[in-house]
Every structure is written in structure tokens, then in C-alpha cells.
């Protein structure tokens, strides 16, 4: 018993749960789909990868232009992406070599997500140590798994090519940036200023954290910006803007309109009816509800309060700015790191205040073993399908995520025969369905099964089709926002 004590106050046991995830996000890679975004998305890495590779501008200007075709994500052009493409180059590569020696899967471009998610679970734990106390590492396990076991989460660190990136690189950054000496002062600023442009090159969410990268810039008194450190970040920033975001270079005009697009115009005419937070403290279930609540609260008692104010005020002011936009879970991924950090301060400093909590601290064993139960035992349907266990209603973004549980449902239950997916009929080009015999349409008369999804506008417009030719299956996944199958009815 006093071995394990060690163990768990020891340097390896912030590794525990970065392995747990490592062995059941590989268990999951191929039970969870290709989404919307990410084809569009990696087909813009895609892009990057060829320029890079042949030197030939053409490829970041047109995607269809004659003489070429894509690789892999030809069915969507690339400049429809209004995203910047630095996470998606850097998962397209990995994807794109591994494919090369062992034959396509899709799954091979979630890859460079998992392995990120990984690493950036062990720099939350070394945030927690730079800023905490050492002597309680036994809590950190909790609290990575805490953040990991989220269902939304989870699925999102397979399969977003934007969104966990920005969440990962962004804390590595800031613990670079905390971690500052005088030998180490060049290394440290060049390591966490690359990652943060990475970020902000994946998506511009990145810059809702630039307060408190500044603060911890202004801060440090061992910042000396001489002619020669900004000149080495100019040309850093140069490099950078070359390998992961050349096509604001070399198709300037186009790249800005997509960006106003997808940041200024969308977010204009994509109004919901309730208000984002609403919408977000509706979907959590307790247990989360209560980590934000408290972490929130606790703020002024803790250490380093100061830090995670200047952390907390962009979330804020990012919950404000995307008030009532694009109601999904994804959007809100950036939060949760923030909060199981601020939550172990919350319990060390629980702990010094009560003795009851230090003296019996063998109890926190409970729910780590209940957390991991909870991250290896939800099935994959939950994982993909669900914001938490406990609730009803489907995630929105399950368009291409949820297909392979669809399609193994059909696979069991129906001969091979012709399959339309609405809205997306190309993502099961992905999920090699005519491997397993079956026929892929793409006008949903022309099919014998139709898998629907019902948070699309399709499924409206397709509703009088539907219902007049086929019928539903009712032993398939029910409920708003998850997938449907329904079968063509006898003539």
C-alpha cells in the first residue's frame, strides 16, 4: 500500500490518464466517423501539403484546376473552407503518409488529434505542478480524466481538426511562456509563440487568449525584447505563415473573404432562439455544472487567482461574442482545460482549510477508478451521440460522426443493397461500405436504405419523400440530433 501511495505522489502518474485516453481513443477510431467539417477541412490541408511539396501556387488557388485531382478529399473544394488550415496541414501529412504505407483509412487523419490530445493532457498536469503543489499530484489523474470523460469532448479530441488544437496548443503555450528562465529564455518564447501562431492559424478562436498571453508577457520581468529576439520572431512569424498558412500569401483576396465569412457574416444570420450559455449550462449534467460553479466561485480563495482571472476573462468575453451562435458543444471545448485546472486548486485549497479532506484524501481514489470506468465503459454510440450519459438529446454535430454506428447497424440488419445518407451521401466513401458489398446513391430514390440525420435542413426537405416511399426503422437511435434509418417500403 505504501508502494502505490508513492506512486501516486510521484512524476509518473500525471501519465496515467494521457495512456488511459491514448488506449481507448485508438479502441474508438474506427467506431467514430469523418464529420462535415473535417473532410472540408483537411481538403485545405491538403492543399498546403501539395503547394509545399511541389512549389506550384496553383494548388491553393483552384482545387479542381485540369490536370489535377485530390488525393483523398477531392469531393469538396478547399477554398469552400473558411478556416485557416495550419492543425488541418499537420493532420492531412500524418494522414497522408500513413495511408501511403498501409492503404487509405480515414481514420489515420484523426491521428495527429489523439496523439495532441495526449500530449496536451500531460502539460495540464504540468501547469498544475509549475503553479501548484507538488506534494498533491494524486489529484491529477482526477482531474484529467475529469475533463476527458466528457462524452462531447472526447469525440471532438478524435475527430476536430480546429477545435482541440486550439485548445491544446493554446495551453502549451502558456505553460512555456510560465515556465521562463534565464537559460532557457530564447527556447521557451520561440517554443510558445510557434505553438500559439499554430493555434491561431487552426482557428482565430486563439485569439480570445491573447490577454493573458500578454499578461504573462508583461508580467515576467525576464522578457528583454531586443532588435535581435523581434527580429527572430518576424522571420518565426514569416517561416510560419509559409508552411501552415501560405494561401494568405498567394490568394489573399479570396482567403479574407472566406474569412469574413465564416467569422463576421455567419455568425450574423446563424441566430439561435436561446442564448448560447443557456443552451450550454442546459446540456451539462451535474456533476460538470458543479466543477464550473465551483471553480468559478473559488477564484478569489485559490493560488495564482490572479493567472486564472486574466484566463477566465476571455472566456467571458468570448461566451458574450458568441452569444447565440452555432449551438454545439465544440464551440465551448477551449473552457473546459481552464476549468479542471482551476477545479484542483479548488479541492488543494479545500484541503488546507479542512482537515477531514487531507486526512481522508484516500477517498479521491473513488472517482478516479469511477471515471475511468466511466471513459472505457460508455459505448461508442454514447460517446458519439450524447453531450453527457445523462442526457436526452443528441449532440448536433453528428452529421459524419455518428455514420459508422449507423452503418453497422445496417450491415447487421440488412443484405448488402443501395445506401443513401442525407445529407452527405460522399462521407461513406470514407467508411469503405463497398467493401462490405453495399451500393452507394446519391439520389435517395434510387435507395433501398435511407440514413437520415435528423439536425440538417435536409431532413425537413426530404420529409414528404421520405414518409411517401419508406419507412422508419423504429430500432435504430432515436432522439433530436441523432441519425435515423429508414427502409424503402414494399411496392
Request: net charge positive; proline share 5%; hydrophobic share 50%.
Amino acid at each position: 500500500m505504501k508502494q502505490f501511495s508513492n506512486f501516486l505522489n510521484s512524476k509518473y502518474v500525471i501519465y496515467i490518464t494521457p495512456l488511459l485516453y491514448l488506449g481507448v481513443a485508438i479502441f474508438s477510431l474506427n467506431k467514430i466517423g469523418i464529420g462535415w467539417d473535417t473532410p472540408v477541412n483537411l481538403n485545405k490541408g491538403e492543399q498546403v501539403f501539395n503547394f509545399l511539396t511541389t512549389f506550384n501556387k496553383n494548388y491553393l488557388l483552384d482545387s479542381t484546376y485540369i490536370g489535377h485531382s485530390f488525393r483523398y478529399f477531392s469531393e469538396i473544394p478547399s477554398t469552400e473552407n473558411g478556416h485557416p488550415p495550419a492543425f488541418s496541414f499537420i493532420s492531412y501529412t500524418l494522414g497522408h503518409f500513413l495511408s501511403s504505407v498501409f492503404g487509405f483509412r480515414y481514420y489515420f487523419f484523426h491521428l495527429a488529434n489523439v496523439f495532441l490530445t495526449a500530449i496536451g493532457l500531460i502539460y495540464i498536469a504540468k501547469i498544475i505542478i509549475k503553479w501548484g503543489s507538488p506534494a498533491k499530484l494524486y489529484l491529477v489523474p482526477i482531474v484529467q480524466l475529469i475533463l476527458i470523460s466528457i462524452p462531447a469532448f472526447f469525440v471532438f479530441s478524435i475527430v476536430s481538426t480546429k477545435d482541440t488544437p486550439v485548445v491544446f496548443l493554446t495551453l502549451i503555450s502558456i505553460y512555456f511562456l510560465s515556465t521562463i528562465t534565464a537559460k532557457n529564455y530564447v527556447k521557451n518564447i520561440l517554443i510558445s509563440f510557434i505553438l500559439f501562431i499554430i493555434a491561431l492559424f487552426s482557428k482565430l478562436t486563439a485569439i480570445f487568449i491573447t490577454p493573458f498571453v500578454l499578461y504573462l508577457i508583461f508580467k515576467n520581468r525576464k522578457f528583454v525584447f531586443t532588435k535581435k529576439m523581434l527580429s527572430l520572431l518576424f522571420v518565426t512569424f514569416l517561416v510560419c505563415v509559409l508552411v501552415f498558412w501560405p494561401n494568405i500569401l498567394l490568394n489573399t483576396q479570396y482567403e479574407f473573404s472566406r474569412l469574413s465569412f465564416v467569422y463576421l457574416h455567419l455568425p450574423k444570420v446563424s441566430v439561435n432562439e436561446y442564448a448560447f450559455t443557456h443552451f450550454y449550462l442546459r446540456k451539462l449534467p451535474v456533476v460538470y455544472s458543479a466543477i464550473f460553479a465551483s471553480s468559478v466561485l473559488f477564484l478569489p480563495f485559490i493560488k495564482k487567482r490572479t493567472y486564472f482571472s486574466f484566463w477566465i476573462f476571455p472566456t467571458v468575453l468570448y461566451l458574450i461574442v458568441v452569444n447565440r451562435y452555432y449551438q454545439v458543444l465544440r464551440q465551448f471545448l477551449f473552457i473546459f482545460p481552464i476549468l479542471v485546472i482551476l477545479f484542483y486548486f479548488v479541492v488543494d485549497f479545500l484541503q488546507d482549510r479542512y482537515v477531514f479532506l487531507k486526512k481522508y484524501s484516500g477517498l479521491y481514489l473513488i472517482p478516479l477508478i469511477l471515471f475511468a470506468l466511466y471513459l472505457i465503459l460508455l459505448p461508442v454510440p454514447k460517446k458519439v451521440f450524447y453531450t453527457s450519459y445523462f442526457a436526452k438529446d443528441s449532440s448536433k454535430d453528428v452529421w459524419g460522426v455518428g455514420l459508422p454506428v449507423a452503418l453497422n447497424y445496417v450491415y447487421k440488419n440488412y443484405q448488402p443493397t443501395k445506401i443513401y445518407y442525407s445529407p452527405l451521401a460522399f462521407l461513406m466513401e470514407y467508411e469503405g461500405v463497398y467493401n462490405k458489398g453495399f451500393e452507394i446513391v446519391y439520389t435517395p430514390t434510387d435507395s433501398v436504405v435511407w440514413i437520415a440525420t435528423t439536425d440538417v435542413a435536409a431532413y425537413g426537405e426530404e420529409k414528404k419523400v421520405r414518409e411517401q416511399y419508406y419507412t422508419k426503422d423504429d430500432n435504430f437511435l432515436k432522439g433530436a440530433g441523432s441519425i435515423e434509418v429508414w427502409v424503402r417500403k414494399p411496392k
